[in-house]
């Protein structure tokens, strides 16, 4: 099964940036999708931004504009700049993944997430 490891939070003030890092431990190249999820204290996990299969992404809302999903296929690693951070963007952030297993069989993995605390 792959892992991700998630790294690059921490606390920052608001109108400050941030990256955070998602490495996977094989390549990515033909993960089905990758993305970043977020979630903040009593709330449910929300998607943040996302690489589908055909390389196209996707935002939330409120992420348009401000962050920014990328990738480095050489380094299994998939990034989100995170600029103009608001307190509103604190919450713990994780990387996500589906890919086929060689069953075929479509498997999703969760990273272990990194706290992301904008202060006003």
């Known amino acids: 099964q792959v892992r991700l490891v998630e790294s690059g939070g921490g606390l920052v003030q608001a109108g400050g940036s941030l990256r955070l890092s998602c490495v996977a431990s094989?390549?990515?190249?033909?993960?089905?999708?990758m993305g970043w999820y977020r979630q903040a204290p009593g709330k449910q996990r929300e998607l943040v931004a996302t690489?589908?299969?055909?390389?196209?992404?996707s935002y939330t809302d409120s992420a348009k504009g401000r962050f920014t999903i990328s990738r480095d296929n050489a380094k299994n690693t998939v990034y989100l700049q995170m600029n103009s951070l608001k307190p509103e963007d604190t919450a713990v952030y994780y990387c996500?993944?589906?890919?086929?297993?060689?069953?075929?069989?479509?498997?999703?993995?969760w990273g272990q997430g990194t706290l992301v605390t904008v202060s006003s």
């Open positions: 094989r390549s990515i190249d033909s993960m089905n999708s």
């Open positions: 690489f589908t299969s055909g390389g196209s992404t």
């Open positions: 996500n993944v589906h890919y086929k297993n060689i069953f075929r069989s479509m498997v999703e993995v």
